[in-house]
Nanobody
């Protein structure tokens, strides 16, 4: 199991930027995929971005492509989501997720990830 803790959420005006961080804690050293999801009030949790275990590939939801950047610091077990040109529709609780099955292609659904953080609120005002 991987324990994940997000930070960096907050209130920002439309057009502004925020960087979310995700700190991972593992009992035993292993490789794992990482991803970010978000959930707005009354909506299902949706995929935002994902990065493979070796940072070799990244994937984005079309709605955030060219505005968000996912990255990770593998030696220090950290993940990041740089969010630029934020829009009110980006308002949601953002969750970090991890999947130890690094031999598998990285998934983009909630069911593909076993480990989840508690979430961090991002609010974008118009």
């Amino acid at each position: 199991q991987i324990q994940l803790v997000e930070s960096g959420g907050g209130l920002v005006q439309a057009g502004g930027s925020l960087t979310l961080s995700c700190a991972a804690s593992l009992r035993t050293r292993s490789t794992y995929h990482m991803a970010w999801f978000r959930q707005a009030p009354g909506k299902e949790r949706e995929f935002v971005a994902a990065i493979t275990w070796n940072s070799g590939s990244v994937y984005y939801h079309d709605s955030v492509k060219d505005r968000f950047t996912i990255s990770r610091d593998i030696p220090n077990d950290m993940g990041y989501l740089q969010m630029n040109r934020l829009k009110p529709e980006d308002t949601a609780v953002y969750y970090c997720a991890a999947d130890r099955r690094s031999w598998m292609p990285i998934g983009r659904t909630v069911e593909d990830f076993v480990s989840w953080g508690q979430g961090t609120q991002v609010t974008v005002s118009s």
